[in-house]
């Protein structure tokens, strides 16, 4: 619980000035943007730094406070310096919220998390916690052991996680997912934080394991529709990027954050995002990996309606895909196949309300997807009848929604649940025409809803 003898930061209040704390809070997420970080600020959290509740802010929020005041450091700031308090009894009595104190969504938040986890136990007993199928619901939210030395095997695991995240994911979707996900992501996290890797490559590991299980867990919560938690876990993966000098996590972490900011009206800000990966991702050697970040920045051009950027954008990428694998293409990025790519265009051309074009492309990815990966196989027939729908093609749109349908029993995805009650709606003016009218009646049989 927080330390009563917590000791206000009047530096900091004097820099706010006579903007309110919630004016100054958006001043930090603005200045954050600049500098291509993202922290959830809002004035709850200039409270906690104002009242001295938080001593040391954690490092993507120290890189926001050094940009907003040049020249200046964290003791400047009224800060404690990150050395004091790094044991676990300062982080016990300052950083730490109460036990039955709901998660929130910042940052800030998730890296208080970790270190609350770092409490008994040994890296073996938390290493054989990492395990997803037979986590029980105990398990997921329960304390997490806190390791004594990191070797091969705990890294192993924690690389391990990832995969069966992701093979598990393509199969299934986020809904299921996402709350076994977080348990193995707060033990890695455990691991990175007791800085006592054997050796320097296991820590290089460890860091990059660490910040792909926070995508990986973030791109769950962005499946299954809890944004800000996506967004939490993004902005940690990028911090852990940031102090391990990992480009690559970098450029995985700024592209799926600008796929979530498209995706939650902020097409400006997806446009950063993809312009910072492709800047991290540059001297990697992985053409894939330009196209897919030069994909992400067409679909935020198109949220902004700007049509030439996003053509000139899907022409990078369909170049950069043109020149084939690379040694260097990312592990993560197995699922980016020409499929994606047509999918991915059929989206932009959607948002630019080019719906039989993109009919076109969403059929094309259909037609080029492997039928093993049932989620993307269900995400790309629900943009096809989204499509087909508004381009007033509702026969066709009604017999692709029925396939989404047949595969939706085999896939919990809020996000696709979504598209398809979009397509519904807009499918409703034609439900004269017997081919929609029998595809509303069983989608309202399936989802519980009445026509």
Same mark, same amino acid.
């Given at each position: 619980?927080?330390?009563?003898?917590?000791?206000?930061?009047?530096a900091?209040?004097?820099?706010?000035?006579?903007?309110?704390?919630?004016?100054?809070?958006?001043?930090?997420?603005?200045?954050?943007?600049?500098?291509?970080?993202q922290?959830?600020?809002?004035?709850?959290?200039?409270?906690?730094?104002?009242?001295?509740?938080?001593?040391?802010?954690?490092?993507?929020?120290?890189?926001v406070?050094?940009?907003?005041?040049p020249?200046?450091?964290?003791v400047?700031?009224?800060?404690?310096?990150?050395?004091?308090?790094?044991?676990?009894?300062?982080?016990?009595?300052?950083?730490?919220?109460?036990?039955?104190?709901?998660?929130?969504?910042?940052?800030?938040?998730s890296?208080?998390?970790?270190?609350?986890?770092?409490t008994?136990?040994?890296?073996?007993?938390?290493?054989?916690?990492?395990?997803?199928?037979g986590?029980?619901?105990?398990?997921?939210?329960?304390?997490?052991?806190?390791?004594?030395?990191?070797?091969?095997?705990?890294?192993?695991?924690?690389?391990?996680?990832?995969?069966?995240?992701?093979?598990?994911d393509?199969?299934q979707?986020?809904?299921?997912?996402?709350?076994?996900?977080?348990?193995?992501?707060?033990?890695?996290?455990?691991?990175?934080?007791?800085?006592?890797a054997?050796?320097?490559?296991?820590?290089?590991?460890?860091?990059?394991?660490?910040?792909?299980?926070?995508?990986?867990?973030?791109?769950?919560?962005?499946?299954?529709? $809890?944004?800000? *938690?996506?967004?939490?876990?993004?902005?940690? !993966? /990028?911090?852990? @990027?940031?102090?391990?000098? %990992?480009? +690559?996590?970098?450029?995985?972490a700024?592209?799926?954050?600008?796929?979530?900011?498209?995706d939650?009206?902020?097409?400006?800000?997806?446009?950063?995002?993809?312009?910072?990966g492709?800047?991290?991702a540059?001297p990697?050697?992985?053409?894939?990996?330009?196209?897919?970040?030069?994909?992400?920045?067409?679909?935020?051009?198109?949220g902004?309606?700007?049509?030439?950027?996003?053509?000139?954008?899907?022409?990078?990428a369909?170049?950069?895909?043109?020149?084939?694998?690379?040694?260097?293409?990312?592990e993560?990025m197995?699922?980016?196949?020409?499929?994606?790519?047509?999918?991915?265009?059929?989206?932009?051309?959607?948002v630019?309300?080019?719906w039989?074009?993109?009919?076109?492309?969403?059929?094309?990815?259909? $037609?080029?997807? *492997?039928?093993?990966?049932?989620?993307?196989? !269900? /995400?790309?027939? @629900?943009?096809?009848?989204? %499509?087909? +729908?508004?381009?007033?093609?509702?026969?066709?749109?009604?017999?692709?929604?029925?396939?989404?349908?047949d595969?939706?029993?085999?896939v919990?995805?809020?996000?696709?649940?979504?598209m398809?009650?979009?397509?519904?709606?807009?499918?409703r003016?034609?439900?004269?025409?017997?081919e929609?009218?029998?595809?509303?009646?069983?989608?309202?049989?399936?989802?519980g809803?009445?026509?």
């Amino acid at each position: 619980m927080v330390s009563t003898g917590a000791v206000p930061n009047l530096a900091f209040r004097r820099l706010r000035g006579q903007r309110s704390a919630g004016e100054f809070a958006a001043a930090v997420r603005r200045a954050a943007r600049e500098i291509g970080e993202q922290v959830a600020c809002d004035a709850r959290y200039i409270g906690r730094v104002e009242s001295g509740e938080i001593r040391c802010p954690n490092y993507a929020y120290e890189r926001v406070f050094l940009h907003m005041f040049p020249g200046t450091t964290l003791v400047d700031l009224g800060f404690s310096s990150r050395e004091t308090v790094r044991g676990r009894g300062a982080r016990a009595t300052v950083d730490t919220p109460p036990p039955t104190a709901p998660h929130r969504d910042t940052d800030e938040e998730s890296d208080v998390l970790r270190r609350v986890f770092m409490t008994s136990g040994t890296a073996t007993m938390a290493t054989a916690t990492l395990g997803l199928g037979g986590t029980s619901a105990a398990a997921a939210t329960g304390p997490v052991p806190a390791p004594r030395r990191v070797g091969e095997a705990e890294v192993s695991a924690v690389e391990k996680a990832v995969r069966q995240i992701r093979l598990l994911d393509d199969r299934q979707g986020g809904d299921n997912l996402y709350r076994k996900a977080s348990h193995p992501l707060r033990i890695a996290y455990a691991l990175l934080d007791s800085g006592v890797a054997a050796k320097r490559s296991t820590a290089g590991r460890l860091h990059a394991g660490a910040g792909e299980l926070a995508i990986s867990v973030g791109w769950l919560a962005h499946d299954s529709g $809890r944004f800000e *938690d996506a967004r939490s876990h993004y902005a940690e !993966a /990028l911090a852990t @990027a940031r102090v391990a000098g %990992d480009a +690559a996590l970098e450029a995985h972490a700024f592209c799926n954050a600008s796929f979530l900011a498209r995706d939650t009206g902020r097409p400006r800000e997806s446009v950063r995002a993809a312009e910072a990966g492709q800047r991290a991702a540059q001297p990697l050697g992985s053409p894939r990996l330009l196209a897919l970040l030069a994909l992400r920045e067409a679909g935020g051009r198109a949220g902004l309606g700007d049509r030439t950027g996003c053509e000139r954008a899907i022409g990078r990428a369909h170049t950069a895909f043109g020149r084939g694998r690379s040694d260097a293409d990312p592990e993560w990025m197995s699922f980016f196949r020409e499929a994606e790519l047509e999918f991915l265009e059929a989206q932009c051309w959607s948002v630019l309300g080019e719906w039989s074009r993109a009919a076109h492309h969403a059929r094309r990815a259909v $037609r080029l997807q *492997d039928p093993h990966f049932t989620r993307n196989l !269900a /995400l790309y027939r @629900a943009e096809l009848t989204w %499509d087909l +729908a508004r381009a007033g093609r509702a026969v066709e749109a009604a017999a692709e929604g029925h396939r989404v349908l047949d595969l939706l029993g085999r896939v919990r995805s809020t996000r696709i649940r979504a598209m398809l009650a979009e397509s519904v709606t807009a499918l409703r003016p034609q439900r004269g025409t017997p081919e929609v009218r029998e595809f509303l009646e069983r989608y309202a049989d399936v989802s519980g809803t009445r026509e």
